[in-house]
């Protein structure tokens, strides 16, 4: 059962232009959600997380949405640079467990 | 160090054969998870401590499978009777905490350990 679904297992983008990944869930008992940023041989990094109570947060390039009703976030970064090419779990938590989606490898072509 | 650290970075063993793997959380960090990530695939949970709680082993896909973690350091993760579909990169994380209602507390990974069964 997956409780948390990325159904793009890839994405490529021009430099410059807008990236957005989704990421859909089932279990209305998450609140918090987060997106990791993985490249190769390396462990994933917190990227950004949302709180079940928001709808939108923003920190430089990157913006998370948030919406319940849909149990759908998307992860926007603008403008897409060649260096944001890895791969992107989101993930949520409601206890003290958090769930991984499977990823989206995201190219940024320059 | 100042992050999560593993060992090995990589692991070739023949299948039937028992592995260890080890992370080094970061001091301080009460939290410490396992993930197993096979190829093509997310990030599947394994198990969970938490500071001197009786740990979470509900995504330990096997008996072969068994962690430790002695008070709020070292972890080991072992395999017992290796088989194929036993490889991957295996994850720790650890965190100040475990995530409560509403909140969040940043979990930091380590490399992983790349286990290839023969």
């Known amino acids: 059962d997956q409780q948390v679904k990325q159904n793009s297992p890839s994405l490529s983008v021009q430099e410059g232009r807008i990236s957005i990944l989704n990421c859909d869930y089932t279990n209305s008992m998450f609140d918090y959600f987060l997106w990791y940023k993985k490249y190769p041989a390396e462990g994933p990094t917190f990227l950004i997380s949302i709180s079940s109570i928001k709808d939108k947060n923003e920190d430089g390039r990157f913006t998370v949405f948030l919406n319940k009703s849909a149990k759908h976030l998307s992860l926007h970064i603008v403008p897409s640079q060649p260096g944001d090419s890895a791969v992107y779990f989101c993930a949520a938590s409601g206890t003290y467990k958090y769930i991984f989606g499977t990823g989206t490898r995201l190219k940024v072509l320059a | 160090g100042a992050g999560v650290s593993q060992s090995p970075s990589n692991k070739v063993t023949e299948k039937g054969k028992d592995v260890e793997l080890r992370c080094d959380p970061i001091?301080?960090?009460?939290?410490l998870y396992w993930y197993r990530q096979r190829l093509g695939q997310g990030l599947e949970f394994l198990i969970y401590?938490?500071?001197?709680?009786?740990?979470?082993k509900s995504g330990l896909p096997s008996d072969r499978f068994s962690a430790e973690r002695t008070g709020e350091s070292v972890s080991t993760l072992t395999i017992q009777r290796t088989q194929q579909e036993d490889s991957a990169v295996y994850l720790c994380a650890s965190s100040l905490g475990p995530p409560g209602r509403g909140s969040y507390n940043e979990q930091f990974f380590g490399p992983g350990t790349r286990l290839t069964v023969l």
């Open positions: 401590f938490q500071g001197n709680s009786a740990p979470d």
């Open positions: 001091s301080g960090h009460t939290a």
